[in-house]
């Protein structure tokens, strides 16, 4: 099994929306890093869900990696902001998964907390100027969040 952390701001999609909804497909990555990454993931692997652009912004819980291999169905759709004219059915440019929602932690894990605990070589969330929505979380940093949520 593989650890992510997946972004996204919880005025557009929260993990209280992933809650509410039980699974999603993770749409609109357009960063080639973060689609290789969503490449990379397999069936089981669990992602920590970080809010970003919030107060504070940190890790709100954690997801499943349910389904692999996805074409991003936004990248076909002309009226989406994530459109790619660029990009076809038989030849899509952009992949994603679907999750499925694990749990809300109690208190989030802000970023100034990962700060604290994780060197940017650790946890590149921490990293200054890191702007990947989806980026990979070594097992013993994985565990060490486990440990550090409850």
């Known amino acids: 099994m593989n650890y992510w952390l997946m ?18 497909i993770w749409d609109g990555v357009r960063n080639y890093q973060a689609r290789n990454y969503l490449c990379q993931m397999q069936s089981g692997d669990l992602a920590f869900f970080y809010h970003s652009n919030a ?12 389904t692999t291999g996805i074409a991003d169905p ?10 790619d004219p660029k990009s076809t059915l038989a030849d899509p440019r952009w992949q994603t998964v679907v999750v499925e929602f694990v749990e809300v ?46």
Not at 74 to 83: D, G, I, L, V, W
Not at 137 to 150: D, F, G, N, R
């Open 55 to 66: 107060n504070p912004p940190g890790i709100a819980g954690l997801m499943r990696v349910v």
């Open 7 to 24: 972004k996204s701001e919880p005025e557009v999609y929260s993990i209280v929306d992933l809650q509410r909804d039980g699974n999603t």
């Open 74 to 83: 936004t990248q076909f759709e002309p009226t989406s902001k994530y459109y």
């Open 105 to 150: 932690f109690a208190d989030i894990i802000s970023l100034s907390t990962l700060r604290e605990k994780f060197s940017a070589s650790e946890l590149i969330v921490v990293k200054q100027g890191n702007r990947l929505s989806v980026i990979p979380v070594p097992e013993a940093v994985a565990q060490k969040l486990l440990v550090i949520k409850t």
